[in-house]
């Protein structure tokens, strides 16, 4: 069965750092890997989406990279913003036992970013 | 963009009430999920559709039903509410498997 980690588990910085997010997977033949950021009391905003035969998605100050051997993934965020300050959710297909319907959800990293 | 609008952002109800959470999205998608979220549980998978009348069970539909008469919306139903299922309910939609999955911003439901 699927499991999916992040660490680390809160993450407090000073405005303008470089950071980066992790995520592991224990099934390493997902379908994709789909980062999300929530923000208190709200849904979940797609930020970015990779497919098991890509290695790497970016979006703006945001590159998630996948390695399925390994089971990672990584969210890098470029020079943080006080906006940044969220919760960041991995999510990944379910492996050979799930569907590619299916996502598992980590319990996500709560990030701060001070000014 | 798209738009899942779910019909309430926050709901009180009594134990025992039949309970009924509305979504419905715009974009045409096969697919519409619902998941419920808890602090130290993240989200869990309640249950999916991929067609209109067709569903299938995620990881934890007891106590849930689900209806699907359109293509467009997804009702989750508690046949009979329970102090446990006091929750925060977030429904999504996409299309094709494997397309990023995209959500409304929660029902925040209290059973009393």
């Known amino acids: 069965k699927q499991e999916v980690t992040q660490i680390p588990a809160a993450l407090s910085v000073p405005e303008g750092e470089n950071l980066v997010l992790n995520c592991s997977f224990t099934?390493?033949?997902?379908?994709?890997l789909q980062w999300f950021r929530q923000d208190p009391g709200k849904g979940l905003t797609s930020l970015l989406l990779i497919q098991s035969s890509q290695r790497e998605q970016t979006s703006g100050r945001l590159n998630a990279s996948l390695d399925k051997s390994s089971g990672r993934s990584t969210l890098y965020i470029a020079a943080s913003q006080p906006g940044d300050s969220a919760t960041y959710l991995c999510?990944?297909?379910?492996?050979?036992?799930?569907?590619?319907?299916?996502?598992?959800f980590g319990a996500g990293t709560r990030l701060a970013v001070h000014p | 963009d798209v738009k899942v609008t779910q019909s309430s952002r926050y709901l009180v109800k009594r134990t025992g009430e039949k309970v009924f959470l509305e979504c419905v999205q715009d974009m045409d998608h096969e697919n519409m999920f619902w998941y419920r979220q808890d602090p130290g549980l993240g989200l869990r998978l309640i249950y999916f559709?991929?067609?209109?009348?067709?569903?299938e069970k995620g990881d934890i539909p007891e106590g849930y039903s689900v209806s699907r008469e359109k293509k467009e919306r997804f009702s989750l139903i508690l046949e009979s509410a329970s102090t446990n299922q006091t929750s925060m309910y977030l429904c999504a939609s996409s299309s094709l498997g494997g397309q990023p999955q995209h959500f409304g911003d929660g029902t925040r439901l209290s059973i009393l």
């Open positions: 099934d390493s033949a997902i379908y994709n």
């Open positions: 559709s991929y067609d209109v009348k067709m569903k």
């Open positions: 999510a990944a297909t379910g492996g050979i036992s799930g569907g590619y319907n299916k996502l598992i």
